[in-house]
Nanobody
């Protein structure tokens, strides 16, 4: 059974940082394209960042320079380091492996 379990969300003040983690199981994590997406209230899901099959990374323009994606293949874990968080970053953040599965999400709230 494929499982993707996110953790690390929470409340943070503007300018703060959070590190999200996503542990995968039930599939070959090391060979898989892995991405982070988020959905804010009333908005569509948007893909923020991801690892492509060749190991390169991409970032949505609005998070480039503030967010950093990384992975630890032996631990089957994907990370998203988020710095300089702003209220507009408030959303449910999902770990997504295209055509494999998506986690349940972790809430990130940025407010003063």
């Amino acid at each position: 059974e494929v499982q993707l379990v996110e953790s690390g969300g929470g409340w943070v003040q503007p300018g703060g940082s959070l590190r999200l983690s996503c542990e995968g199981s039930g599939f070959t994590f090391s060979n898989s394209i892995m991405t982070w997406a988020r959905q804010a209230p009333g908005k569509e899901l948007e893909f923020l960042s991801g690892f492509l099959r060749d190991g390169s990374t991409y970032y949505l323009e609005s998070v480039r320079g503030r967010f950093t994606i990384s992975r630890d293949n032996p631990k089957n874990t994907l990370y998203l380091q988020m710095n300089s968080l702003q209220p507009e970053d408030t959303a449910v953040y999902y770990c997504d492996a295209p055509r494999i599965g998506r986690g349940q999400g972790t809430q990130v709230t940025v407010s003063s």
